[in-house]
């Protein structure tokens, strides 16, 4: 019912250094030309009885370890490992087309507002299309994980921190190809919070965006006074005053500061009061901004509360904006553009006179403001400066009517090569992705609906070779593995995405250790057969047409 299906190539590379067999072998399972293998150093024909049985053992199966943790309700089903303590949740993948998008998966999985219990492990985790685990967080509520070009280096980024009711207060982290810190933001901004805590870091949990000049723009929730009479409230009534922060990385200075309550009117939010914005223990989320990113020399905003996104001036002011009900100064929406309680807004196409925007259309609100409208991907084409006779008109609406979804909170709308684009639906823990017609080409579950959720979702390219060695365990094996190939081997290395195969040594004990062979590359996990209790191995390493020798685990004894 959960299919954990298998990555990367099925085959293991079988010599090293490449003879004229070896050469002409790897030909025949690869179809590719004599690739150069170096520093690797096994023997030379796999396969070529040594005068032992280690080899038979690993002609056997070879395979990905497929196990998976269930348990009461709300758990959703997880992937447990034997050489690592993982538990990143299982894809349940109900349409596989061949024709995807290229890049890995970036999510953060947790629970739905307060623990509870429908994901085994919160952390951010990097998977494949097919469910399989690339690399494994640590684990911590985060946010927001993908790929940046950090002073021209690929980069990841993620926040981690403390959330509820859609604030979040954390710090955020740089992670280098090897899965180094680069850095550590931790912005300490003298909050002031409903419960009354100091958090160490106050990073907002929404928004975290570099912009050309390597600055970062993250979000803020301050509760602070203000008058709600124009909604109906109290004069001396209490808010959320929704921050834009611009940040140099390394040293955390502040650079630039936007005030929503400065600039905005409070009446202009479609947020209910529902009884909040009385004391500062229930500030009123009139604004809600979430999402913020560099657009010329100002900023494009989403603000959820007041279904507009709007863009300002480097000089602070409101240059115009786009409501999701009238069109605002940009004249009527069609009426299949309209958006309410949106996330995710980016620009696209940019010119003087026009671009493309993209957004995630909740067209819900949790938990107050549910409705029959499905969750939508929209991309509008937008004229400028803004012009009534020139309306906004409909690019592209992605949705899937046979199977419509109602995303109450967070989401992502993402473009993809190819004219793809990925749908996260937020507190409703489903992926999509959709390809350049609007089909749907891809659908994966990865925890039960309202109950787990992820903010947002990228798929994005990356490769990475960890500094850390592989994980390698040995377990006496079971059942009907016994007689001459008695023991069980299980691989992996968090992180590696080039990884093809694994240099295998064994032995009777940790000083007796020898060659004995190649498998293949199966997936996060690989499990061989063994003939002796002591093992090492050794990745090999993908580097273009050329092939390496990795890190080597530590010897392991079952």
């Known amino acids: 019912m959960f299919p954990i299906n298998v990555d990367g190539p099925r085959k293991a590379i079988k010599s090293w250094p490449v003879t004229f067999i070896t050469a002409l072998y790897l030909f025949a399972i690869t179809g590719t030309s004599f690739p150069t293998l170096e520093n690797v150093g096994v023997s030379p024909i796999l396969g070529r009885d040594r005068g032992h049985s280690l080899n038979r053992c690993l002609l056997g199966p070879r395979e990905v370890s497929q196990q998976i943790g269930t348990g009461p309700s709300p758990l959703w089903p997880y992937q447990i490992f034997d050489s690592v303590p993982f538990n990143p949740p299982v894809f349940n993948i109900t349409s596989h087309q061949q024709n995807l ?17 429908a994901a085994k492990e919160v952390a951010p985790v990097i998977m494949t299309d097919s469910g399989q685990l690339v690399w494994n967080g640590p684990s911590a509520e985060a946010a927001d994980f993908q790929v940046f070009t950090y002073k021209g280096r690929p980069t990841l980024s993620y926040w981690s921190g403390i959330s509820g009711n859609g604030v979040g207060y954390g710090n955020i982290t740089f992670l280098d190809t090897s899965y180094n810190e680069i850095l550590t933001l931790c912005p300490q901004l003298n909050l002031t919070t409903p419960d009354g805590i100091k958090y160490p870091c106050e990073a907002g949990i929404h928004e975290t965006s570099l912009t050309d000049r390597s600055t970062l723009l993250i979000d803020a929730y301050n509760v602070t006074k203000a008058d709600l009479s124009s909604v109906g409230g109290p004069v001396d009534g209490w808010v959320y005053d929704n921050l834009i ?19 905005v009117p409070v009446n202009e939010t479609k947020q209910p009061l529902a009884g909040s914005g009385t004391n500062q223990s229930q500030p009123f989320d009139w604004f809600h901004l979430n999402s913020i990113v560099q657009l010329g020399d100002g900023l494009l905003v989403s603000a959820r509360h007041t279904w507009t996104v709007f863009y300002i001036g480097p000089d602070s002011k409101i240059r115009w904006r786009l409501n999701g009900a009238t069109g605002g100064e940009f004249g009527p929406l069609p009426t299949n553009a309209q958006f309410t309680w949106q996330h995710h807004a980016r620009p696209h196409h940019i010119s003087n006179t026009s671009l493309t925007l993209s957004l995630f259309n909740n067209a819900n609100s949790f938990p107050t403001n549910l409705t029959t409208n499905p969750s939508t991907g929209l991309e509008l084409h937008l004229t400028l400066p803004p012009n009534p006779s020139h309306p906004p008109t ?88 016994g007689g001459a190939c008695g023991y069980r081997g299980f691989v992996s290395w968090n992180g590696a995405t080039d990884v093809e195969g694994w240099v295998v040594e064994a032995g009777k004990g940790a000083g007796e250790l020898r060659e004995v062979g190649v498998v293949g590359y199966r997936g996060f996990e690989t499990s061989f057969r063994l003939g002796e209790r002591c093992a090492r191995v050794a990745a090999v390493v993908r580097q273009g047409e050329k092939r390496r020798r990795g890190r080597v685990s530590r010897v392991v004894c079952a």
Request: charge should be negative; hydrophobic fraction near 35%; charged fraction near 20%.
């Open 101 to 117: 998008a290229p890049g890995l998966l970036f999510l953060t999985p947790a629970d739905f507002q307060t623990p509870s219990g």
């Open 245 to 263: 922060l611009e940040l140099e990385p390394e040293s955390g200075a502040i650079l630039h500061r936007w005030s929503a309550l400065e600039h």
């Open 394 to 481: 409909l690019l592209k609406r992605l949705e899937d009517p046979s199977n419509p979804i109602y995303a109450g909170s967070q989401g992502s709308y993402q473009t993809l090569p190819q004219a793809h684009g990925l749908l996260d639906y937020g507190q409703v823990p489903v992926l999509q992705e959709y390809n350049a017609a609007g089909e749907v080409v891809w659908t994966a579950q990865y925890g039960t609906p309202n109950r787990a959720q992820g903010y947002r979702a990228f798929k994005q390219e990356w490769h990475a070779t960890p500094t850390t060695a592989p994980d390698l365990t040995v377990k006496k094996s079971s059942g009907d593995e």
